[in-house]
């Protein structure tokens, strides 16, 4: 089943405890794209990917990081969360540059105390 | 700037018809998406239009005006089920989506 597969789907952690929200996707999809969606707001970018080794900033970078070293893989890292960085986290794919349509992973509810 | 106009909420009931307009500024335009997103989970494709006019897919329609910087969602024979956020996103000219903040969609019997 062609998919986008995020965990974890539930996390609760402490301000500065370093955490990775892992992201992998099956259908060899050249672009992936982290973003958060807070109340009220528009899904916002963090990062996003081309292909392998290409990562660029999106809308909100500041305090995360993403690495993609293979093609199915991104995740995404908090060195040091603080409460600001509470939100719902969703991975997405898509074949392409990112004009065809995106297929999102089930999302990951980051509660940082 | 860019933005995305959408209404906050609507309220329609089972059976009926409803549209869901949205307006926006982008720079550029490359064509705009909509997706469905039930409460608590992932966002869904629903449609893409890069040309003017009307798309029709099953109970979903979507329409584009680029001149007027303007689109709609319109959902038949509404359901129960079609109870969920739907989320307007331009895509800019460097293939950037940007997203409204959605239009919550409550559906009554």
């Known amino acids: 089943e062609a998919q986008v597969t995020q965990n974890p789907r539930y996390l609760i952690t402490v301000t500065g405890k370093k955490l990775t929200v892992t992201c992998s996707q099956n259908?060899?999809?050249?672009?992936m794209s982290w973003y958060r969606q807070d109340p009220g707001l528009g899904l916002r970018q963090i990062y996003y990917?081309?292909?392998?080794?290409?990562?660029d900033k999106g809308d909100v970078p500041e305090g995360y990081k993403v690495s993609r070293k293979e093609k199915r893989n991104f995740p995404l890292i908090l060195e040091s969360p603080s409460p600001n960085q509470t939100s719902l986290y969703f991975c997405a794919s898509s074949q392409g540059d990112g004009h065809e349509k995106l297929f999102f992973g089930s999302g990951t509810q980051l509660s940082v105390l | 700037g860019q933005n995305i106009d959408q209404p906050t909420e609507m309220t329609a009931t089972e059976g009926a018809i409803v549209q869901i307009n949205c307006t926006y500024q982008t720079s550029g335009f490359n064509g705009l998406f909509w997706y469905q997103q039930h409460a608590g989970e992932a966002p869904t494709f629903l449609s893409y239009?890069?040309l003017d006019g009307l798309e029709e897919k099953g109970r979903f329609s979507s329409f584009l005006s680029r001149s007027k910087g303007y689109s709609y969602l319109l959902l038949k024979e509404l359901q129960m089920k079609d109870s969920a956020s739907y989320l307007c996103a331009p895509m800019d000219s460097n293939y950037q989506l940007i997203w409204g903040a959605g239009t919550k969609l409550i559906i009554k019997p």
């Open positions: 990917s081309m292909n392998v080794e290409v990562t």
């Open positions: 259908m060899n999809h050249e672009y």
């Open positions: 239009n890069v």
